[in-house]
């Protein structure tokens, strides 16, 4: 790392916010000069919360760390942290030259699960659960051509930092593994141990503002999305959330005794006296089937307070609000929002999907255009079905940049984006070469199309 850091190259990083269980990655190459270094970003984007564990943080007089233990194996205490361990960071890439064709280049990656989902072996190797995800492989691509890896273990209590350093190989269908949710096993042959005791003046705790909720209806919205209206099983609502933000849940699902968390985009208006989220029943979806297909009217669940950045733009500029699938949920909250508090405010409805049978929303989004003179809507069909209503879709095909930056609002115009990560990209970098400016382009992505968040929406940095 000092070497890397002294000549300058290609660099990989990860901010992380654990409170938030907010993540973005960034690539790019670093340079050093007189001040300091500088970074040309050469890709960034975020990544959804699922697997992060939320931890409030504080920080503590730091008088200096003890020097490092450095060995060439765990030993048994070392071996115990990492089982206990519910949180990992990852380094993989190339140290190639041929950056424009991706074969060089470095990724910094956050693994998560439940308490000792990494097992240590009794050879002193580790195995690394898998799970599904985001599906750009950027992490298991990198160890394909190159399986050295660095990994970082963090002592949230003590502030001490593990790293561990080896050689992966990849098990593509691992039988019988410790983890039965694991759909791939990083197998690291360990080599090289780093330990630094009280390394950071950073200490974290769990957070534990988790309310309990109680489900007060459920209502089937499309052939594979259904909604959860969701009210507290004592007391009220707490006020303040914002349409557009999400909702940290937390699931009893059989086989996993810590919970499965999740984020699921608020999908109503926020002056409802209820939250109601809107799933998408995912085939491998470990949350989206529980909640479809255990979880009824009178149950409760675990939540935080609605969270997340992807908020209604101030002021009164146009809005043009483009969705595609699972992605209208936090769309149709803003359309609520707007046509309450802003009914002057011109806007723009966009949606993308396949026919009538998955077109969640089309009854409920018809009654609000109906009730404004400013809000006008574009629904595509890529797919439709003989049975469907004409009347409920504008237009077949997918929509396109260049259509959006055509629409008579486009230059004065906020764009919110919301859909699979390869929907928005093509989208997004379409509207700026349109002339739209990036400020002006606001984005939030779902899984598992590409990040996979279950059938779930969680913001993501532009």
Not at 128 to 154: A, E, H, K, M, Q
Not at 190 to 218: E, F, Q, Y
Not at 234 to 254: C, D, M
Request: glycine share 12%; charged share 20%; hydrophobic share 40%.
């Amino acid at each position: 790392m000092a070497a890397g850091l002294a000549r300058g190259g290609p660099v990989g990083l990860l901010g992380i916010d654990l409170a938030s269980r907010r993540r973005n990655r960034l690539n790019g190459t670093l340079t050093p000069t007189a001040q300091g270094y500088g970074l040309q970003v050469e890709q960034s984007f975020g990544n959804c919360p699922q697997y992060i564990h939320s931890r409030d943080w504080s920080r503590v007089t730091h008088s200096g760390a003890p020097a490092p233990r450095i060995s060439e194996r765990l030993d048994a205490g070392q071996a115990r942290r990492i089982s206990a361990a519910d949180t990992l960071f990852i380094g993989s890439g190339l140290p190639g030259p041929d950056r424009a064709t991706g074969s060089g280049g470095f990724d910094a990656s956050h693994r998560g699960g439940a308490p000792g989902f990494v097992k240590v072996q009794d050879d002193g190797s580790l195995l690394i659960p898998d799970y599904s995800g985001n599906n750009f492989f950027n992490t298991l691509g990198n160890l394909l051509l190159n399986p050295r890896l660095g990994l970082l273990f963090v002592d949230f209590t003590t502030g001490g930092l593990l790293h561990v350093g080896g050689l992966a190989r990849i098990d593509w269908n691992p039988q019988d593994s410790h983890d039965p949710a694991a759909r791939r096993m990083i197998r690291v042959a360990v080599d090289s141990v780093v330990d630094r005791p009280g390394a950071l003046s950073l200490r974290w705790r769990s957070a534990d503002s988790w309310l309990r909720l109680k489900i007060v209806d459920k209502v089937p919205e499309s052939a594979g999305i259904t909604s959860f209206h969701l009210a507290p099983a004592k007391g009220s609502l707490p006020g303040g959330s914002e349409a557009g933000q999400h909702l940290p849940v937390r699931l009893n699902t059989p086989g996993h005794a810590a919970g499965v968390e999740r984020s699921y985009s608020l999908s109503g208006s926020p002056a409802a006296p209820t939250w109601r989220i809107s799933v998408k029943r995912e085939t491998y979806g470990i949350a989206s089937r529980f909640l479809h297909d255990r979880i009824g009217i009178g149950d409760e669940i675990d939540a935080r307070p609605p969270q997340g950045d992807f908020t209604l733009p101030q002021g009164d500029r146009p809005l043009v609000l483009v969705s595609a699938g699972v992605g209208i949920t936090p769309m149709l909250s803003m359309l609520h929002a707007t046509i309450s508090t802003r009914p002057s405010r011109p806007v723009r409805f966009v949606h993308v999907t396949r026919n009538g049978r998955d077109h969640a929303f089309a009854a409920e989004l018809q009654h609000l255009l109906d009730q404004s003179d400013r809000a006008t809507r574009q629904i595509h069909y890529t797919a439709p079905i003989e049975s469907d209503d004409i009347a409920a879709f504008d237009r077949t095909g997918r929509v396109g940049a260049a259509e959006l930056a055509a629409l008579p609002s486009a230059t004065g115009a906020d764009f919110m984006l919301c859909g699979p990560t390869r929907f928005m990209a093509e989208i997004r970098a379409g509207l700026e070469e349109h002339g739209i400016h990036a400020d002006r382009i606001h984005a939030e992505t779902f899984g598992p199309a590409a990040p996979a968040v279950d059938g779930a929406t969680s913001t993501a940095a532009p």
